[in-house]
């Protein structure tokens, strides 16, 4: 197993933050007007195998499919992004056979928690590295957790600075032009959400909440998490929400299209979880997997749904990085409906 490089994404995950009431909903316009007014409790993870990177031939493709899986999964709000192995993969080699080159998984880790990372707080963080070489050819996501420097807004992501400590808490690094006191006192270089103060109230600490806040109180999105898994089973055992995936989503081309018929629905879910495949599908990974319970032809079984999100397609095959921005299109009108009141649901 290659040595992975995920850092904690956010040290704060781990702070028995109180839900505090909102001090400040002020933004700036345009981008927090187009966030969501209300609270988003439900989330999205997305699944998808790391051989997908094993068939881009240079450093600057490998990077390119990378950045645009962290565009489309910006852009439809997902929460999680799980990169999990496969058994045929691992037994061509991955990346061609060589051992120079790191293993597709890691590297597509790596650079999706570099794209995430706000800009002013990457150069602390992520130490220089190989991988990382061609990262300044992608587009930003320009995300919510990405703000200007001159940008007033709820919410910022932090690094706890090595500025001396206050009395009663710490200063962190947020991409404003001097370092902010916060409420908590906290080694430096931890990452941290931090609910910022009412412009108001002169010298108030910001206060560090945990990260899913800033969605659950204004409906923000916040960036996503990544997490690496050994095998497609390890998706859903290793599942970091209470009470697992409730609802979880194949795609193939052997899926149904219920989907388009009208009046179709998702049942209402706290989180989904949707699997794509790499080049010849998820048929093959689970059938090449010696432990899975089922065979290939019974993938279907696995999951509570197996959609075909792009029936009709005019090439004989679609790659993930493509199937992933169609898919994601497909289920984003599914998935909020699936969450409105009943009476909005009607509407």
Same mark, same amino acid.
Request: hydrophobic content about 35%; some cysteine.
């Given at each position: 197993?290659?040595?992975?490089?995920?850092?904690?994404?956010?040290?704060?995950?781990?702070?028995?933050?109180?839900?505090?009431?909102?001090?400040?909903?002020?933004?700036?316009?345009?981008?927090?007007?187009?966030?969501?007014?209300?609270?988003?409790?439900?989330?999205?993870?997305?699944?998808?195998?790391?051989?997908?990177?094993?068939?881009?031939?240079?450093?600057?493709?490998?990077?390119?499919?990378?950045?645009?899986?962290?565009?489309?999964?910006?852009?439809?709000?997902?929460?999680?992004?799980?990169?999990?192995?496969?058994?045929?993969?691992?037994?061509?080699?991955?990346?061609?056979?060589?051992?120079?080159?790191?293993?597709?998984?890691?590297?597509?880790?790596?650079?999706?928690?570099?794209?995430?990372?706000?800009?002013?707080?990457?150069?602390?963080?992520?130490?220089?590295?190989?991988?990382?070489?061609?990262?300044?050819?992608?587009?930003?996501?320009?995300?919510?957790?990405?703000?200007?420097?001159?940008?007033?807004?709820?919410?910022?992501?932090?690094?706890?600075?090595?500025?001396?400590?206050?009395?009663?808490?710490?200063?962190?690094?947020?991409?404003?032009?001097?370092?902010?006191?916060?409420?908590?006192?906290?080694?430096?270089?931890?990452?941290?959400?931090?609910?910022?103060?009412?412009?108001?109230?002169?010298? #108030?600490?910001?206060? /560090?909440?945990? $990260?899913?806040?800033?969605?659950?109180? *204004?409906? +923000?999105?916040? &960036?996503?998490?990544? =997490?690496?898994?050994?095998?497609?089973?390890?998706?859903?055992?290793?599942?970091?929400?209470?009470?697992?995936?409730?609802?979880?989503?194949?795609?193939?081309?052997?899926?149904?299209?219920?989907?388009?018929?009208?009046?179709?629905?998702?049942?209402?879910?706290?989180?989904?979880?949707?699997?794509?495949?790499?080049?010849?599908?998820?048929?093959?990974?689970?059938?090449?997997?010696?432990?899975? #319970?089922?065979?290939? /032809?019974?993938? $279907?079984?696995?999951?509570?749904?197996? *959609?075909? +999100?792009?029936? &009709?397609?005019?090439? =004989?095959?679609?790659?993930?990085?493509?199937?992933?921005?169609?898919?994601?299109?497909?289920?984003?009108?599914?998935?909020?409906?699936?969450?409105?009141?009943?009476?909005?649901?009607?509407?």
């Amino acid at each position: 197993m290659p040595p992975t490089p995920l850092k904690k994404r956010r040290l704060s995950e781990r702070l028995d933050a109180q839900e505090p009431t909102l001090a400040s909903q002020d933004a700036s316009e345009g981008r927090t007007a187009a966030a969501a007014s209300e609270g988003r409790t439900w989330t999205v993870s997305l699944a998808l195998p790391g051989s997908i990177i094993d068939n881009a031939q240079t450093q600057e493709l490998r990077s390119s499919l990378v950045g645009q899986i962290a565009r489309a999964c910006t852009i439809f709000c997902v929460d999680e992004i799980v990169i999990f192995s496969s058994e045929d993969a691992a037994r061509q080699g991955g990346a061609g056979g060589s051992s120079r080159t790191t293993d597709g998984s890691v590297f597509m880790a790596r650079l999706l928690q570099y794209l995430e990372c706000p800009q002013y707080l990457r150069k602390s963080i992520f130490p220089m590295h190989p991988d990382l070489r061609c990262v300044g050819l992608l587009a930003p996501l320009d995300a919510f957790n990405h703000p200007r420097y001159n940008e007033q807004c709820p919410y910022r992501e932090g690094l706890i600075s090595d500025k001396p400590p206050r009395a009663q808490g710490s200063y962190a690094v947020v991409g404003l032009q001097k370092d902010i006191p916060v409420d908590r006192t906290l080694p430096a270089g931890t990452r941290v959400t931090v609910r910022m103060s009412d412009a108001a109230a002169k010298n #108030a600490p910001g206060a /560090i909440v945990p $990260p899913r806040e800033p969605r659950e109180k *204004l409906g +923000l999105h916040w &960036g996503y998490s990544v =997490r690496m898994a050994k095998d497609l089973p390890a998706v859903w055992a290793e599942c970091p929400f209470s009470g697992g995936y409730d609802l979880s989503v194949g795609t193939s081309d052997k899926g149904d299209t219920r989907w388009s018929e009208p009046g179709y629905g998702l049942p209402a879910f706290k989180h989904m979880l949707v699997v794509f495949g790499g080049v010849e599908g998820l048929e093959p990974v689970v059938e090449a997997h010696p432990d899975m #319970a089922v065979h290939g /032809i019974d993938t $279907p079984a696995l999951f509570d749904m197996y *959609l075909n +999100l792009c029936p &009709g397609q005019g090439s =004989r095959t679609i790659r993930t990085e493509e199937a992933v921005l169609v898919g994601l299109t497909v289920l984003q009108p599914h998935t909020r409906r699936a969450n409105q009141p009943k009476g909005e649901q009607a509407r």
